[in-house]
């Protein structure tokens, strides 16, 4: 196999959100169980009315790996888990090639209820729904974030840059390295973006090791 790409350096840092980000009492939700119970009944912006079922997130609570996707789609919908559709799939082998099972992450998305016709989530969709994904990474404290797509990468790290710009950059977020890559539904849409996608997540699993 070929070697894994150097580790790149330093990009953008966040500092730990301020408390005002948390919304309200979310800072005292004690468990990932408690914000996700206060997602799945509460009602934060216009979408929360025409969900099915609110996407919390899943995974293994003492995660050293997170990944942070944009929004959740039609089988998420009907499910209520993260990523169990096409791309979710792809994000399996994705994971698996690296030798992370999915059960050892965590997985979540920037907004938890799906916009209309999967588009993109509004700019104020998003401020109403980051303060629980601000919390989960409080509460998770992993050793390495991954955020796929631009949606992701941009409410993270607060910037308006292109995933080019993003890339190949070890960012930090409240001291956490945080990696950018593409989306895996774009690499269902465009398969030539598989093989930057797969140097960064390695680059991502050398940094578990750090």
Partial sequence: MKAAPAIPGPGLTVVRPSRALLGGDLERLPSLEAVAE???TTFCCALCPRRTKAVPGEGDPHARMVLVGEAPGA??????RPFVGQAGQLLDGILSAIEVPRTSVYITNVVKCRPPQNRKP???EIAAC???LHRQLELLRPRVIIAMGGTAAEALLGVKKSLGELRNKVHAY???PLIVT???AALLRNPNWKKPTWDD?????QLLDR
């Avoid at 089988?75 to 209520?80: I, P, V």
Wanted: no cysteine; glycine share 8%; aromatic share 8%.
């Fill in 38 to 40: 206060r997602i799945q």
């Fill in 182 to 184: 593409y989306h895996p």
């Fill in 122 to 124: 509004l700019p104020d």
């Fill in 174 to 176: 409240d001291g956490i």
């Fill in 75 to 80: 089988n998420e919908d009907a499910s209520g």
């Fill in 201 to 205: 997540v390695r680059i991502a699993r």
């Fill in 130 to 132: 980051i303060p629980y």
